[in-house]
C-alpha cells in the first residue's frame, strides 16, 4: 500500500485505501468528542505564515477545528511583515532584549501590518472557507487593556525605553463570549490599548496566553517556524518533545532559547494555570494542528506540569 493517500478523489480509489481512510477518521473520533465544545486558543507566529500554501493548510485545519464543533480563537503575530514594511518605508526596525522599540511611526506601521492586512487576511480566508470569523484587535470592545512595558534592566534598574509596547493588563472576554456564543471564529491582532486611548504593540505569545486564561482554554498551540523547540537552535533534528513547567526558567538562564522562543515559553508556563497542556509547533508542516489534536500522534514540543507528564 502506498504511504500517502490522495484524497482529493475518493471515488477512484481502490478499498483498501478507503479503508484506511475510515481508520483514520475512527481513530480521531475520541479526540474529537474531546474536543468538542472546548476552546481551544491558537497563535499563529509570523514567521510561519509566509508561504500561501502553508497559510492554506493551517486555514483549512482551523475550519475542520470549527466544523467538528470545538472552539478555536486565533491570536496572530506579525513580526517579519512588520519589519519588512518598514523597510520598504526607509524606517529602521529596532530591538532590545528581543522587543520592538516602537516609536509612533512604527506603531502606525504595526497596526497597519496586523490590523489591516494580516488580520484581514485571516478572517477573511477562515470566512470563504466555511468557518465564519470575526476579526479584532485589543482595541474592538475593549478586548485588550495595555499599559505601557517596563521591562527591568539585567540588575533590576528600569530597563531601556521601548515606546508604545505593551503588556496585558486586563482582557475583557465579553466580546469573545458574544461571538462564541453565535459560532463565530475571532481572530485577534496583538494590539492592545491603554486607559487613555493610547495604542499598544504587544508580543502575540502574550495575548495568546492572557486570551487562553480569560477564555478558560484547554489547550493554548503556539504555531511557529522550528520544528519544536530545539536543544541545538541551528540543529532542526534536536527537537525536545516534552518539557516539565519546572525547566523553563533554567533553559532561559542557560541560554537554550532566545528570542522570540522566550516569551513563547514564559507564556506556556503561565498557560498552564488553566491548560493541562501547551504545544510548540511547526505551522510549515502541513496539518501539524490536526495531527497534535485529532491522532495518537504527538509532535512538536508539549509543555505541562511535571505531574501531567
Ligand atoms: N531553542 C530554540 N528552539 C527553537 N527556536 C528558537 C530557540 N531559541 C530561539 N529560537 C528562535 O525563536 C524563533 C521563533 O520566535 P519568533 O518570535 O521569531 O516567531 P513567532 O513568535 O512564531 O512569530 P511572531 O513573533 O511574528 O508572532 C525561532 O525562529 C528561532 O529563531
Ligand atoms: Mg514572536
Known amino acids: 500500500m502506498p504511504d500517502s493517500i490522495d484524497l482529493h478523489d475518493l471515488r477512484s480509489l481502490p478499498i483498501e485505501q478507503l479503508i ?3 481508520d483514520i477518521l475512527i481513530e480521531a473520533m475520541p479526540f474529537i468528542r474531546t474536543f468538542r465544545g472546548s476552546t481551544v486558543v491558537i497563535k499563529y507566529g509570523g514567521a510561519a505564515m509566509v508561504k500561501q500554501e502553508l497559510k492554506e493548510a493551517v486555514i483549512r485545519d482551523i ?30 526596525a529596532r530591538f532590545v532584549g528581543g522587543q520592538r522599540v516602537t516609536d509612533a511611526e512604527t506603531l502606525d506601521v504595526a497596526e497597519m501590518v496586523l490590523v489591516g492586512k494580516i488580520n484581514s487576511e485571516i478572517t477573511s480566508a477562515l470566512t470563504r ?21 517596563l521591562e527591568p534592566g539585567p540588575t533590576g534598574e528600569p530597563g531601556a525605553d521601548l515606546g508604545y509596547v505593551g503588556t496585558v493588563k486586563q482582557v475583557n472576554p465579553a466580546i469573545l463570549d458574544a461571538l462564541r456564543d453565535k459560532g463565530y471564529v475571532p481572530v485577534i491582532s496583538p494590539i492592545g490599548v491603554g ?9 502575540a505569545d502574550t495575548v495568546a ?65 488553566v491548560c493541562r497542556k501547551v504545544h510548540i509547533l511547526d505551522g510549515r508542516v502541513p496539518h501539524s ?20 507528564l
Open 20 to 22: 484506511r481512510v475510515a
Open 63 to 92: 475550519i475542520l477545528m470549527h466544523d467538528v464543533g470545538s472552539r478555536p480563537i486565533v491570536v496572530h503575530g506579525g513580526g517579519k511583515e512588520i519589519t519588512s514594511l518598514m523597510d520598504r518605508l526607509g524606517l529602521k
Open 129 to 149: 472557507g466555511g468557518a465564519p470569523a470575526v476579526g479584532l484587535s485589543g482595541k474592538d470592545g475593549g478586548l485588550l487593556v495595555a499599559e505601557k512595558l
Open 195 to 203: 486607559e487613555d486611548g493610547q495604542g499598544y504593540n504587544i508580543n
Open 209 to 273: 496566553l492572557e486570551v487562553a486564561r480569560a477564555a478558560g482554554a484547554r489547550k493554548l498551540i503556539f504555531l511557529t517556524d522550528t520544528p519544536g523547540v530545539l536543544r541545538d537552535p541551528a540543529d532542526p533534528r534536536t527537537v525536545i518533545p516534552t518539557i516539565a513547567e519546572d525547566e523553563i526558567e533554567d533553559m532561559i538562564a542557560k541560554g537554550v532559547v532566545s528570542g522570540g522562543m522566550i516569551p513563547k515559553l514564559r507564556s506556556a508556563r503561565r498557560a498552564l494555570e
Open 289 to 308: 494542528l490536526l495531527l497534535e489534536l485529532f491522532t495518537t500522534r504527538g509532535i512538536g514540543t508539549q509543555i505541562a506540569r511535571r505531574d501531567v
